[in-house]
């Protein structure tokens, strides 16, 4: 159903597209800025009541954007999914990797996160294909209704799932840092590992957009275009879930070759399409390698954070890569 929104709102409920656009974008901006501040309540109050409760806030956004007749409904919705959305960010890594130390398995946490994110791209694409058929064929209640289903069906995995018991990473045991220094130290650490995967994800959207946007295809292309785009990036989630002993070097040889791709589409306007795939790869290979990355940096009271702060700037670097494409569009159109 997420590509049938607007056509629901627009054309269902007579909202014009500009509100429409506002609106979400308010969502987004919503999110954003939860991300750390629900991490930090998931890393205190249990990264599974953390995942409870944005399920819970999910499953009642579909109700809201089923429901809502106007405006106020729409802003309503928007919030509920945000809200949702930030409450499960991180607190889903976070939970994993602290149960695969407590069953003494934290080698399984980069392949598992891996195949779960790879498999959740496979799902969206055959979701966003499977919507259209059933609105199509049964109307827009029928994939409202589908969409509240599989919210509730991920809470009630949510609630299905074990509090794992605290315990510091092998990384926290060992390090012989002096106290006054280790918290710096590792906060600059994060930081340095957080930028490599989200100046890959700016570059990917923003080659995505640029790719959609540049007439370079047809209504049927973009269609097609978005959907290998998301089948690269979980193929490169697939990748990366038989990679191991990659570090901080991996990440930056990942953002080299982005660059690369950016550069090479810059420089032969013909290759966009290819390096927006390639780039969509590159991210699904550098994300689950940085997100066990970041698990064995954190301390165990923080793990929901740091995924969170992650995901957060990735969201900037996204927002900002897209404003500068929308900018280069505009200006090479009036050359």
Known sequence: MHGLYLLWWVEERGISPATVAALLAVGDLAAFLLEVPTGWVADRLGHRASLIAGSSLQALGMLACWLGRGVPDLVIASLLVACGDAFRSGADQALLYRTCVALGREDRFQPTEARTRAAGLVALVVLLLGGGVMVTRWGFAAGWAAEVGLSLVGLAIACAMIEPPSGGSRNDKRESTPVSTRPLRRAHAIAILVIPAALLGGAASASSFLAQTGGLAGLLGVTVLVAAITLAESAGAATASLVTGAGLRGQWMLAAFGTAAGMLAVAIPSTLLMAAVALSFLVGVAQPI??????????????????????ACDMVCSAVALLLAGGWSRAARRH
Request: no cysteine.
């Open 290 to 311: 940085r997100a066990v990355l970041l698990q064995r940096l954190a301390h165990d009271d923080a793990r929901a954070r740091v995924a969170s702060a992650a995901s």
